[in-house]
């Protein structure tokens, strides 16, 4: 097939709104692997292939919204699954650029579809705690660093810590107070932190630096957090 045409077809494709973000990060990753395919050597082309696919996901995602409501933390759980696609599908060095492309779009497509999410319409007095947000914040960046162990996932690891921290950030805003003593609360946490990620040897600091600092500082957000549900 021509490539001017596949291009034109490619944007057509996409010309009826996407319903759900879904639709869009499926359709991008089939688009580029096509282009993969399609001109695996002639990098030119290649090119003009995936700005293209990347031009029809970004004017879809733009107003999807998902068809359902999730929990929010499934989102998180429903991210990881969108993001090892890369490693499935785009894990060799010649293919860099789909990759950086469709792991951005992962991120978009996860924005769009954490603006609804069931926990949203609960009443303030029944929002989970700060130390409810907080453990599911805690096993999510768990979950994150077991999903991803290979070094070249390093950017799919990152990604997935910034998801569930976009999660973290939404739900302690409207957590309510703890049963015990902030101060007690937090002192714990951190002693918790150093030592399920330890940063001690020099493999600890490569696997546990970034998620020890993610959670350290949500540690501190939660404090603050639980002390303020106190007034």
């Known amino acids: 097939m021509n490539i001017a045409v596949w291009i034109t077809m490619t944007c057509l494709a996409g010309i009826q709104e996407t319903k759900d973000p879904d639709d ?8 580029l692997q096509g282009a993969l395919k399609k001109a695996p050597t002639d990098a030119d082309a290649r090119g003009k292939m995936t ?3 990347k031009a029809v996901f970004d004017r879809d995602i733009a107003n999807a919204a998902p068809k359902v ?17 890369a490693d499935k599908k785009f894990a060799t060095a010649g293919q860099k650029t789909e990759r950086a492309i469709y792991i951005t779009a ?12 069931k926990e949203s319409s609960l009443e303030d007095s029944k929002q989970p705690t700060v130390d ?5 914040f805690f096993d999510a960046i768990g979950k994150a660093k077991g999903s991803y ?14 998801g569930a921290k976009d999660i973290f950030g939404k739900m302690i805003q409207k957590a309510r ?12 946490q951190l002693v918790r932190i150093d030592k399920e990620f330890s940063i001690t040897t020099e ?5 546990n630096t970034e998620p020890n600092a993610a959670l350290k500082t949500a540690a501190k957000t939660a404090f603050d957090r639980a002390l303020k549900a106190e007034k």
Not at 106 to 117: A, E
């Open 24 to 31: 869009a990060i499926e359709k991008l990753a089939s688009d």
């Open 51 to 53: 700005t293209a696919a």
């Open 69 to 85: 409501s999730k929990a929010i933390w499934d989102w998180q759980t429903h991210f990881l699954e969108m993001l090892i696609v």
């Open 106 to 117: 992962c991120k978009s497509t996860f924005g769009r579809q954490i603006l609804s999410y």
């Open 132 to 136: 409810d947000v907080f453990g599911e």
């Open 149 to 162: 162990t290979s070094e070249s996932s390093a950017d799919l690891r990152s990604a997935a810590y910034n």
């Open 177 to 188: 107070g703890i049963a015990k003593d902030p101060q007690r609360w937090y002192d714990e």
């Open 203 to 207: 493999k600890g600091k490569k696997w």
